[in-house]
């Protein structure tokens, strides 16, 4: 069991000792934070996502994934068995940063992320361009710091920043 404290804004992180907690639904979502590689290589880190063949082989060589409640998409009772699972992984876990292409599954750990003052970074996903997605809006007012991928997306989020397209 993982019991260190890291998750807390108060108890400073030495450089290359992140805890990422990296939450996205299987497919594009999954795909374009596994191209995030050369920055979460070389840190701590676990998976949340939904069990689907795409995910199982993209995680093969990860230690820590936990699989997440689906469908997401105006499922309460998996909103809830996500949340619980939320609870219970960032207890243990202590992340440092929560990060998120969505979707649905990145509600509950946004929330959570924020009531433990712990950082959370949400990257817009980059095949929508003229409006915002429905977990982009759920998750923004819980995020520290949103990224888009093209620059018309900008408009989108106020104080949104360009991260560059990841796939």
């Known amino acids: 069991m993982r019991t260190a404290r890291y998750g807390v804004r108060n108890h400073p992180v030495a450089p290359g000792t992140e805890r990422i907690l990296l939450v996205g639904s299987s497919g594009g979502h999954l795909a374009q934070l596994l191209a995030l590689e050369p920055w979460w290589a070389h840190q701590s880190r676990a998976w949340v996502t939904f069990k689907t063949p795409d995910a199982e082989f993209g995680l093969r060589n990860e230690q820590d994934v936990?699989?997440?409640?689906?469908?997401?998409?105006?499922?309460i009772p998996n909103l809830l068995r996500n949340s619980k699972l939320a609870w219970s992984l960032?207890?243990?876990?202590?992340?440092?940063?929560?990060?998120?292409?969505?979707?649905?599954?990145?509600?509950?750990?946004?929330?959570?992320?924020?009531?433990?003052?712990?950082?959370?970074?949400?990257?817009?996903?980059?095949?929508?361009?003229?409006?915002?997605?429905?977990?982009?809006?759920l998750c923004r007012p819980f995020t520290d710091l949103m990224l888009v991928q093209w620059r018309d997306q900008l408009g989108l989020y106020r104080d949104a920043h360009v991260l560059g397209r990841l796939l």
């Open 90 to 137: 960032m207890r243990q876990f202590r992340p440092t940063v929560v990060i998120s292409t969505g979707a649905g599954s990145a509600l509950p750990f946004f929330a959570l992320a924020k009531m433990m003052s712990t950082t959370t970074v949400y990257i817009e996903v980059y095949d929508r361009v003229d409006s915002p997605t429905l977990t982009g809006r």
């Open 66 to 75: 936990t699989w997440a409640y689906s469908p997401t998409t105006r499922n």
